[in-house]
């Protein structure tokens, strides 16, 4: 009788997401949900207790498709491509997620999330990323470029965005495995460094440094981006590549601070970052199993942390369908790989990273967040190009 009583009530829940029919297996019986041609199939092995879908339904679908308790019949990235478009019906109840949400921003606790992700293994992201080593939106000028091609486009369109000439120097605040410097050194001549809160990439980054024979052009830190005023340092160009994310929603400003404090007067800052139409939380899943303490931005919010330190922004580009694209790529070479990944780690393990990729490829599809990069200038620049497309 319990049994009948959750498998009614979860598929009266799940009965409101109706933009797009699907079917609900459970058992023996099938239940339709919408109308019309089913787009996919869920197979359900246990009822998920209604109150975890009210706490928060993504934790609770999320956690059932790690735990093989959820599958979905067919190809995942369509059928959360589907789905999570209405993720407005989604339940939070950020009374109960409070910890989970909002966790605290001190250097020492967000060092810790950092090295959770980034930390798992350059060997596990060597297997699924491209030759580069780039974890960020990539750049498709041409619709067959290759992911490699791609990523290298981005960094060389980042790159003259920001208007280098030989001599610069340039700051990138979470440097990553550090090719967008290399391709600066080897490009422009530049003398750059890259921070880090991660030690496999900073590790990594030293080494390709010594391969590159660019000991006496780039240099890597392990550093938090708060100690960058404090540091000595200053710099004609600041980078920042999908970083912002981890910095929390009560330290824009101070990051935006940080970014002045070590920027020469007229020099150029290009901020490239998830964002979201409006402030947002979070989601659950993806705070307890992917990344912890990841707060997406609006754009509102950073333009107006950036006008607070008089900074001029010059360019706001959003290349949301270009990290669709950048994570169907991620996913492919995961599935390739998914044996190696499964002998590092569980089959827990694969599955959530191929929900991570897939969900968030949906997301971006379906404009639920989107990648802005924004160029702007520490006080007035006349000395730049007047085109757009310089």
């Known amino acids: 009788m319990l049994e009948s009583i959750e498998e009614k009530t979860m598929v009266h829940f799940l009965s409101r997401f109706t933009d797009h ?60 491509d589907h789905f999570l478009g209405q993720m407005g019906k989604f339940s939070t109840d950020e009374k109960v997620l409070k910890k989970l949400i909002h966790t605290s921003t001190s250097k020492k606790n967000q060092k810790k999330e950092v090295s959770s992700h980034y930390d798992i293994g350059n060997d596990f992201y060597r297997l699924w990323l491209d030759e580069t080593m780039s974890y960020s939106c990539a750049y498709f000028k041409n619709e067959n470029d290759t992911l490699y091609e791609a990523q290298v486009n981005k960094a060389d369109y980042i790159l003259e965005k920001l208007y280098l000439r030989e001599g610069m120097s340039l700051l990138d605040i979470g440097c990553g495995w550090g090719f967008l410097l290399i391709e600066a050194a080897r490009k422009y001549k530049i003398k750059g460094t890259g921070i880090t809160l991660s030690q496999e990439q900073e590790k990594e980054f030293k080494r390709r440094i010594r391969e590159e024979g660019l000991e006496d052009y780039l240099d890597v830190k392990l550093m938090d981006y708060r100690d ?60 307890k199993y992917i990344f912890p303490g990841g707060v997406v931005p609006s754009l509102r919010e950073m333009i107006y942390g950036l006008a607070e330190d008089n900074f001029h922004v010059l360019d706001v580009e959003n290349l949301r369908l270009h990290y669709n694209k950048t994570l169907l790529c991620w996913e492919k070479n995961f599935q390739e790989h998914i044996g190696e990944v499964e002998q590092m780690f569980d089959e827990k393990f694969v599955r959530m990273w191929e929900l991570y990729l897939s969900a968030c490829a949906a997301t971006f599809h379906n404009g639920i967040i989107d990648l802005h990069q924004i160029l702007a200038t520490k006080g007035v620049n006349n000395s730049l190009p007047m085109v757009r497309w310089y």
Not at 31 to 50: L, N
Request: with cysteine; net charge negative; aromatic share 10%.
């Open 21 to 80: 029919p699907f079917v609900i297996k459970f058992r023996d019986h099938e239940f339709p949900v919408g109308e019309g041609s089913p787009a996919f199939t869920v197979v359900f092995k246990e009822a998920i207790p209604v109150s975890k879908l009210l706490t928060s339904t993504s934790l609770a679908l999320g956690e059932a498709c790690m735990d093989g308790k959820l599958e979905v019949e067919g190809n995942l990235y369509e059928a959360l």
């Open 228 to 287: 960058l005023p404090d540091s000595g340092l200053s710099f004609d160009r600041v980078v920042s590549v999908g970083m912002a994310e981890h910095v929390g929603r009560e330290n824009y400003r101070l990051f935006i601070d940080c970014v002045n404090g070590v920027l020469k007067e007229g020099g150029v800052f290009l901020l490239h970052f998830i964002s979201a139409l409006k402030e947002h939380p979070g989601d659950a899943w993806i705070k």
